[in-house]
């Protein structure tokens, strides 16, 4: 019977995109807006407990608190952000067994992971999904270059272990700070090298883990591969450089799923974050990028922000630190 309905759902739709002349080029079928926006945000909203746009915070924990995220409020309770990405672990070196990647976290990253009672779990409790951000460390090993899937696979197991055993929602990949190509002996960049990840990422977590992409580096080119394409794997994907505004192409993912706004909370203009806020509600794309939160009072900054995103009000409710 469900599979009935459902056949039934699915041909009303492909008539009603006949009806309105609706076409899709083949390498870009997601860029077309859903038919319906409120109920596409609904089943986001409903998969992962976030806003529309959602909020995303990069924190750079070599200096700044995981709990200030926590700190800022809109008028129904809810937190303003929605996303904290812990910045970052990294992709190293590793010689033993035949292995050429291994996740390493400084002592930083592994306080924030050890001390997650206070550093994570409360954030958690009032709606917050917390990502780990992977990227580079200036060893020639990234995202872009596993030599083989074995090796994205164990690399992939490595990472899941890691959201399982720390509560985490999710992983963050980004591709800066590789240096491909800079030490002789370390793997070529692989053209199948990021498709890889996704695939034996989504294997290896549940479902309902986020997977976000931070779109810069070497990977940018390794997007669509035999047969696969990265949207298929990714939740959200993000324009990468503070203080500027631009759609991004990441094939198979649609504007609902992507940032094009990217902002650093301490050095882009307040003025500037509010018209990218403006312009991310009336351009539908599904988040809006932040970085460099700090302990300092941000209100006035978030407020502006979520005035355009959502036309509400944020508020300092918790204590920075």
Same mark, same amino acid.
């Given at each position: 019977?469900?599979?009935?309905?459902?056949? !039934?759902?699915?041909?009303?739709?492909?008539?009603?995109? %006949?009806?309105?002349? !609706?076409?899709?080029?083949?390498?870009?079928?997601?860029?077309?807006?859903?038919?319906?926006?409120?109920?596409?945000?609904?089943?986001?909203?409903?998969?992962?407990?976030?806003?529309?746009?959602?909020?995303?915070?990069?924190?750079?924990?070599?200096?700044?608190?995981?709990?200030?995220?926590?700190?800022?409020?809109?008028?129904?309770?809810?937190? %303003?952000? +929605?996303?904290?990405?812990?910045?970052?672990?990294?992709?190293?070196?590793?010689? /033993?067994?035949?292995?050429?990647?291994?996740? &390493?976290?400084?002592?930083?990253?592994? =306080?924030?992971?050890?001390?997650?009672?206070?550093? !994570?779990?409360?954030? /958690?409790?009032?709606?917050?999904?917390?990502?780990?951000?992977?990227?580079?460390?200036?060893?020639?090993?990234?995202?872009?270059?596993?030599?083989?899937?074995?090796?994205?696979?164990?690399?992939?197991?490595?990472?899941?272990?890691?959201?399982?055993?720390?509560?985490? +929602?999710?992983?963050?990949?980004?591709?800066?700070?590789?240096?491909?190509?800079?030490?002789?002996?370390?793997?070529?960049?692989?053209?199948?090298?990021?498709?890889? $990840? $996704? /695939?034996?990422?989504?294997?290896?977590?549940? &479902?309902?883990? !986020?997977?976000?992409?931070?779109?810069?580096?070497?990977?940018?080119?390794? %997007?669509?591969?035999?047969?696969?394409?990265?949207?298929?794997?990714?939740?959200?994907?993000?324009?990468?450089?503070?203080?500027?505004?631009?759609?991004?192409?990441?094939?198979?993912?649609?504007? =609902?799923?992507?940032?094009?706004?990217?902002?650093?909370?301490? =050095?882009?203009?307040?003025?500037?974050?509010?018209?990218?806020?403006?312009?991310?509600?009336? +351009?539908?794309?599904?988040?809006?990028? %932040?970085?460099?939160? +700090?302990?300092?009072?941000?209100?006035?900054?978030?407020?502006?922000? &979520?005035?355009?995103?959502?036309?509400?009000?944020?508020?300092?409710?918790?204590?920075?630190?």
């Amino acid at each position: 019977m469900y599979t009935q309905i459902r056949k !039934i759902k699915i041909a009303t739709f492909i008539s009603l995109l %006949m009806m309105l002349g !609706i076409s899709c080029s083949k390498d870009d079928i997601s860029e077309e807006e859903p038919v319906n926006l409120e109920e596409f945000t609904e089943a986001q909203e409903k998969a992962h407990g976030l806003k529309s746009p959602a909020s995303v915070m990069y924190i750079e924990v070599n200096n700044q608190k995981m709990q200030n995220a926590g700190a800022y409020t809109l008028p129904n309770g809810k937190p %303003m952000i +929605d996303i904290a990405v812990i910045f970052a672990a990294n992709i190293n070196y590793h010689t /033993q067994n035949g292995r050429t990647h291994k996740l &390493s976290m400084n002592p930083n990253v592994r =306080r924030v992971l050890n001390n997650r009672n206070n550093t !994570i779990k409360p954030l /958690q409790r009032k709606g917050i999904k917390v990502l780990l951000s992977i990227l580079g460390n200036h060893q020639a090993v990234g995202i872009a270059n596993f030599p083989t899937r074995a090796e994205a696979r164990r690399f992939a197991k490595e990472v899941a272990n890691v959201v399982k055993n720390n509560g985490l +929602d999710g992983v963050d990949l980004d591709d800066e700070f590789a240096k491909y190509g800079s030490i002789p002996g370390r793997p070529a960049i692989n053209r199948n090298s990021f498709i890889w $990840l $996704l /695939q034996e990422l989504r294997a290896a977590m549940p &479902s309902n883990k !986020i997977i976000t992409y931070y779109r810069i580096g070497e990977s940018t080119s390794q %997007m669509q591969s035999q047969g696969k394409r990265a949207g298929q794997f990714l939740d959200f994907a993000f324009q990468p450089f503070y203080g500027s505004y631009a759609n991004i192409n990441v094939p198979g993912l649609g504007k =609902r799923k992507k940032a094009a706004a990217a902002v650093d909370v301490t =050095r882009t203009a307040a003025s500037t974050a509010r018209d990218f806020a403006n312009r991310t509600k009336r +351009d539908r794309y599904g988040a809006f990028v %932040m970085y460099n939160l +700090d302990g300092v009072n941000r209100e006035s900054y978030l407020n502006g922000i &979520s005035q355009g995103l959502y036309g509400k009000q944020t508020k300092l409710t918790g204590t920075l630190q």
